[in-house]
Every structure is written in C-alpha cells, then in structure tokens.
C-alpha cells in the first residue's frame, strides 16, 4: 500500500491546521453579529438616542432650569450638564447588554445554536467576537447620543480627559456585554432575558448616581451605592467630561478592570463546558 499521503491532503488527520487564532472566523462572526443589529439600526442606534435625548430634556425642564446646580467637591455643576454624561454611558451599557443577551438565546430558542458552536472557533475566540460586537453597538449608541446633546442648547458635554471616557465607556459596555453574554447562556426563553434587564440591569443603572449626587444621600444609601459596580463606571465616564467625580478614578477603574476578567473567566468555563447549550 502507498503510505505517501494524498496530493489533496493539507494535514494528517487530527492534526489541526489551524494552530493558533482563526483570526478569519473571528472577523466573520463579529461581523455577522454588527450587521445583524446594524440592518435595524433605527431601532438598535437611533432610538435609544432620542430616548435619552428625551430623558435629559425632561429633566431638565423640570429639574435644570432656575439655575439649579450640582455639588461635587468645591465644584458646581450645571445640573444637565451633570447628567448628560451618566445619560449617555446608561445608554451604551442597556444596548451592550441588549445585543450580547440576543444572539445565543435566539439561537437556542430557534434550534439553530449549532450554527455558533460547530464552527471551529474556540471558545475565546466565540465570546471575543460576540462581546466586541455588543461593545461595537454601545460605541455608536454613545457617539449617536453625544451628537445629540452636543447640539441641544444649555448642554456641555465637551470631553476633559479622552482615556477616562475610553477606559470607563469600553470596560463598561464589556462589563455588561459579559452579563448579557451569561444571561443569554442560562436563559430559556426571552423573559428570561427580559427580567434580568426589568429586574437587575434598569435598577442598577437608575440607582447608580446617573441623576443625583451620592454625597447628598444618607450613609446607610452612599454606602449601598459604592456596592453599585454601575456607580463606578458613571462616576469614572462623567470625570472624562466634568473633570471631577463621586469616586476615586482609580479605584473605580481598576474595581472594573477586575470585575471584566471575573466575568469574562466565568463565560469562558460555562461556554467550554457547553452548560444549557449541548445536549
């Protein structure tokens, strides 16, 4: 018998040929996952702009005329210019969220799952491209709703300090990204998803100092609200603008550092054990 391999043969069997990152597969399913949600971009980008362009106008006619001001430090801050930020970073975690908790629960209800899990991506490569997606779609809803309220009048949200809002507006969309990611990994069906957003994700982020100072709650809330990991990145995103914060930066943004990998650790053991996604 002829033990020579075959001219068609590019490997022996078992052998992979693709030995370190399939950098090609990765591009493919991020850019699979940004055109899913880009084809609706009115529902996915623009909407949750004028929402939140909704919300900073309601506020302040109601709350931000009179020359009402927030205190932080020796500091006082126009009250919508003080909101502004925190507005726009809520926006750019709930989208972050909404994207990476979408496309493995659908998968899963639709019977399709397989389309993400027989490709030959590893499982770094799986959550890299789902979570830089749902970052992807936080970015352009945080550019679309700056835009917004950079030509409001009465609003200044001019940046200060650029690694501050990359480094807060990033780690914290791919905070949430992670939690959607897990969500989407242990849920059945869409309320499943839909409670964790209506339960966990909108009373994290309301409560998280995005229209109010800390320093004007009791001890007992200013102490409930440094447990927020939301407080940290409004707190860290706003001192990107304002040039001043509820909480010390660097606390904050190493805390968030930390608490990413945590989350990105625990996607990774759930995903390679297949846990609710393989039979």
């Known amino acids: 018998m002829n033990e020579q391999p075959s001219s068609w043969v590019r490997a022996d069997p078992g052998v992979p040929t693709i030995r370190n990152v399939n950098w090609y597969g990765l591009r493919t399913l991020y850019v699979k996952e940004v055109r899913r949600f880009f084809k609706v971009q009115l529902q996915t980008v623009w909407a949750p702009a004028i929402t939140t362009l909704l919300f900073l106008i309601i506020f302040t006619v109601a709350l931000g005329r009179a020359g009402k001001t927030v205190d932080i430090g020796a500091a006082h801050i126009p009250f919508a210019d003080f909101i502004a930020p925190g507005l726009i970073v809520m926006a750019m975690l709930q989208n972050a969220f909404a994207n990476s908790s979408f496309s493995l629960l659908v998968g899963k209800i639709q019977g399709n799952i397989v389309d993400y899990l027989m490709p030959p991506l590893s499982t770094g490569e799986l959550i890299a491209a789902l979570v830089g997606a749902a970052v992807t779609r936080a970015i352009l809803v945080g550019c679309a709703v700056w835009l917004a309220m950079l030509l409001w009048p009465g609003v200044h949200v001019m940046p200060h300090h650029l690694w501050a809002i990359a480094w807060f507006g990033i780690l914290g969309a791919a905070m949430l990204a992670f939690f959607g990611l897990l969500t989407s990994i242990w849920a059945e069906k869409f309320d499943h998803a839909a409670a964790v957003t209506n339960f966990v994700v909108a009373p994290l982020s309301l409560l998280s ?71």
Not at 213 to 232: E, G, K, T
Request: a positive charge; one cysteine or more; glycine letters at 12%.
């Open 209 to 279: 100092g995005t229209f109010y100072s800390i320093h004007n709650l009791a001890p007992a809330f200013q102490a409930v609200s440094h447990a927020n990991p939301f407080f940290y990145i409004i707190s860290g995103f706003r001192f990107g603008f304002l040039g001043v914060s509820d909480s010390p930066i660097a606390v904050g943004g190493a805390a968030l550092l930390g608490i990413d990998i945590l989350l990105g650790i625990l996607c990774y053991a759930l995903l390679k054990r297949g846990w609710k996604l393989k039979s």
